[in-house]
């Protein structure tokens, strides 16, 4: 099984996306966003292959999340390395 790591980028992003999602909505929206996250986890474990490609660089995939919310990552037989949280309403020109 391949192990999930965060890159540091992602893990402020995550961290800023459940904070926001708190404070504007609801802990029980936290919650939930955080088991949309988990299964979308246990989808790419099984099968890192099956979520599209980025459109600015091929080595990365991309997983929506939410309407309002995209992660990205790539993989390797040991490792599954998520590279950032963007929100849909950001200019697409942020994606780093």
Sequence with gaps: MRNIEF?????????KI?????????????????????????AILLHPESFPYSEKNKMIRKCVLTRQTTFYYVFSSKQI?????FGTRQDPNQIK
Excluded: P, Q, V
Aim: proline share 0%; no cysteine; aromatic share 16%.
């Design 81 to 85: 390395t998520i590279i950032n949280f």
């Design 18 to 42: 459940l904070s926001y999602i708190e404070t504007k909505w609801s802990t029980k929206r936290k919650i939930d966003f955080l088991k949309k996250f988990d299964k979308s986890i246990s």
């Design 7 to 15: 890159t540091l980028r992602a893990e402020r992003s995550f961290e």
